[in-house]
C-alpha cells in the first residue's frame, strides 16, 4: 500500500517560467494564488511578479527574457514566486482529497508546508498578501543590511557523505556543511579560494563538484544576523494547531506544540544546516512510503530516491519545467488511485462544463476519418504480353537443321492390331516443354556477357588489359579501389573478381560514404 503520504515543499531554486500555467487556465483557486502575490506586492516591487512568471511568448527581446529570467531567481523575489506556485498546487491537490499525514519543507519551502498545515493561519486574503508582503521586505532588508555574507557555492556528490563531514570539521571554520540534501548531493559554502582547494581536495578522492551560480551563505552560522529580519516576521503571524505533522530540516524533527518554540525553530532555519537527508529518513521510519513534491521542480523527488535507494517508497514531482502541471498532478492522482487512495475525480470538472455521460444509453461517437496516405512502395509489374515478347527475345533462336528427304508412306497393311501405334509415331512425338527457370539464367548469363563485353571495350579505350591494368605496366585498381585482390582479378567498374566460370562470375566490391555518395539514398533503417 501507499504507507503515510508525505507532502515536500520545495524551495529556491526550482522555480521557471510559466510554471502551473496550464494549472491556472484549468483550476481558477490555483490562479487566484498569483493574484493575491501580484496585489501583495504591487506597491513595492519594481515589476509585476505575474510578468515575470508567465513572461510574454513573442513581444519580449531576448535581452529581456534574460532579465526576467534573472529576476526570477533573485533573492529578492524568488522565495515569494516558488511559495505561491507550491500553495497553488497545494490547494489543487486538496481539493482532489489526496490525503496527507506530514508535511516537510526544504529551505524557503518551510514557509508552504506551515501555512498549508495551518501551522501559520490566515482568516482571509488579505491575510495572505500581508504575509507574502512580509517576507517580501524582510529579505528586502537583509540584503540591504549585509546581513548574509557573500561567498561561493559547491555542490558534491559521488564521495560518502562522511568525507565531506570530516573535511568541514577539519576546515576550522572556513567551510560550512549548508545543505545535506542526500547521500549524493551536499552543499558546501565558504569564500571563493577555500571551496576551490576543497573542491581540488573532493575530487582527488572521487567525487563530482559543481559551482552554483548563488553566493549568499544561507543555512550556516555566518547569516545570523538575519535572525531579527526573520523573527519579527514570525511574531506577526498567528500559529495554530497543524491538521498533520509538520517537521523541520534545521532539528529533522517535529516543529513544537507551542507556538513560542514554533517561532524559535522556523527562525534558526535562515542561519542552521538543511538536514533534508536525515528528516526524509526520519519520515520513513515514521511510516511514510509515499512522498510527493508540492512545488516548482523535481529535485526533492531526486533526493528522496537517493536517499531511501532499494527501500519500498514512491517519490513524485508536480510541476518539473518543460512539463505540463495539471498532467503530472492527473499523474500523481492516478498513480494514488491504484493503491486505493480515495481521489475526488468530480473536481477535475468543477471550473469546466461538463455534460454527464449515461454509458448505458449513449451511442458510440462517431469519429471522422481523416485522409488516408498510402506510405507504401508501389507494386510495379508488367503487362503479361511484354514479359512474353521480353523472354521471346531473350531466348537463343534454334540452329537452322538441314532438310530431311521426304519420306514415302509405307504400304497400307490390311490388319493391324488393335490399340497398336502406327508406324514411326516416335518421330512425331511433341518435345518436352521448356523450364522458365533455364530462360530466366539464360537471359541473365546472357545480360552479363554483355556487360563484360562493354567491359572490354571500354578498357580498350581507357588502354587496359582486360585484367584492369594498363598497358605500359602500372598496376590498376578497380573503380579506384585499393584492395588485397591482385591487379590480374580486378575488374574496372566492378571490383574485385573472386570466383569466375563459363556460367557465372563473383565480384566483391566496397563501397563507402566517402567515395560513393549515392549510397546515402540507398540503404535501409538509419541513416548511415
Sequence with gaps: GPGKIAFLFPGEGGQHHDMATDLCLHAPDARNWFDMLDRALADDCPVTPSAIIFPAPTTLSDEDRKRASEYL?????????????????????????????????????EGAAMVASGLIRHDNEQSVEDGILAFYKAHHAIIEAGAVPRGSLLTVGGVDPQVVIDLVDKSEGRLHLALDNCPNQAVLYGEVGDIETAAERLKAEGGVCIPLPFDRGYHTPLSQGAEPFVRKVYDGFDIGAPKCDVYSCASAWRFPKNAAGVRDLATQQIYSRVRFRETVERLYAEGARTFIEVGPGGSLTGFVRDSLHGKPCTAMATAISGRPALAQILNVAAQLFVQNVPVKLAELFAARPAAELDLASAEAPKVKKGPRLELDIPLMSLPESAVEEFRARQRPAPAAAAPSPVKEAPPAETSRAAGAAPPGAAEWRQPPPADPRSDAMRAHFGLMNEFLSSQSRIHSLLGL???????????????GETGDAPASRRFLLLGDHIHRTDSGLVIERHLTIDDYAFVRDHTIGCPP
Design 465 to 479: 588489359s582486360d585484367s584492369g591494368q594498363r598497358d605500359e605496366g602500372l598496376s590498376g585498381t578497380a573503380g
Design 73 to 109: 531567481f533573485s533573492m529578492e523575489i524568488a522565495s515569494a514566486t516558488v511559495f505561491t506556485a507550491s500553495m497553488a498546487i497545494y490547494e489543487f491537490l486538496d481539493r482532489l482529497g489526496v490525503p496527507c499525514d506530514m508535511m516537510l519543507g526544504h529551505s524557503t519551502g
